[in-house]
């Protein structure tokens, strides 16, 4: 059972860097669904746009799987025939956790895991890819890279599911929404130092873009449609489509 997140009451590490590491593991669950809004709408619709968008016999990867919340909800979500699902995380941490959960509770897909840099991983045969609030950790020159392989690697027809925190060009804009997610955290039981040091401790490794850069990064990347379906304060999630062969205009 995961436990209260009380990580922020002190530094996470000496730096005041956040690590994904055993710590972070044991209250991951509750972090997460008390510092993103809507993120237990989030995982599920995913799992309804994976059983939409899989295909028979292709791979869906959950890249930047944490404790595979996506990986699951795929699982118990697509009826496509022939399917398997690749989970991948770069902390042991992570991995070695949801190794557990998986045998305590196999899913009905089979679930591979990977401790694996998701910059590593080869992306083959894909109908459906999540990155779950995954890329913002991705250094900046990094991510075309990234997008482009995963749009290669995708059959026609094929999604990526990007969760993003968005960061807004007009900064009234911006301080409305800073001001906004912090009355939610509020509401969370989150006091304000742990409110201000988790933003301390954020702030170098987790980089927000603008709503603008993501669409020009995955058209530029190869896919053909972008839409957001969700978007909670700061975060947002898009579904990027790769046009399909049946989809081209005559």
């Not at 009451?9 to 000496?14: F, G, S, V």
């Not at 292709?58 to 799987?65: E, H, K």
């Not at 070695?96 to 679930?111: A, I, M, N």
């Not at 990155?131 to 027809?157: K, S």
Request: aromatic share 8%; net charge negative; hydrophobic share 40%.
């Amino acid at each position: 059972m995961s436990q209260k997140d009380t990580l922020f009451e002190e530094l996470i590490t000496a730096a005041g860097d956040f690590v994904f590491d055993e710590r972070v593991v044991r209250v991951f669950p509750d972090m997460i669904n008390r510092s993103v809004p809507g993120y237990g709408l989030v995982v599920p619709m995913i799992g309804l746009l994976a059983r939409r968008f899989a295909q028979d016999g292709s791979t869906l990867y959950d890249l930047g799987c944490s404790l595979g919340a996506v990986s699951l909800a795929m699982g118990r979500a697509v009826r496509a025939q022939n399917v398997n699902i690749i989970a991948v995380d770069n902390s042991p941490d992570m991995i070695s956790r949801l190794q557990v959960l998986v045998s305590e509770d196999p899913p009905e897909l089979p679930v591979q895991l990977r401790q694996q840099d998701i910059r590593e991983t080869d992306i083959i045969d894909a109908s459906v890819v999540v990155l779950n609030f995954t890329l913002q950790f991705v250094d900046l020159e990094d991510r075309p890279v990234l997008l482009q392989r995963i749009a290669q690697g995708l059959r026609p027809g094929g999604i990526l599911v990007l969760s993003e925190k968005l960061r807004f060009e007009n900064p009234r804009e911006q301080q409305h929404l800073t001001d906004w997610y912090h009355d939610f955290k509020r509401t969370q039981g989150y006091s304000e130092l742990e409110i201000a040091r988790k933003r301390e401790a954020l702030e170098n490794v987790l980089r927000p873009e603008t709503e603008t850069t993501h669409r020009a990064r995955l058209l530029q990347a190869g896919f053909d449609e972008v839409y957001r379906w969700y978007q909670g304060f700061s975060f947002a999630s898009f579904v990027a489509i790769k046009q399909g062969a049946d989809d081209s205009e005559p």
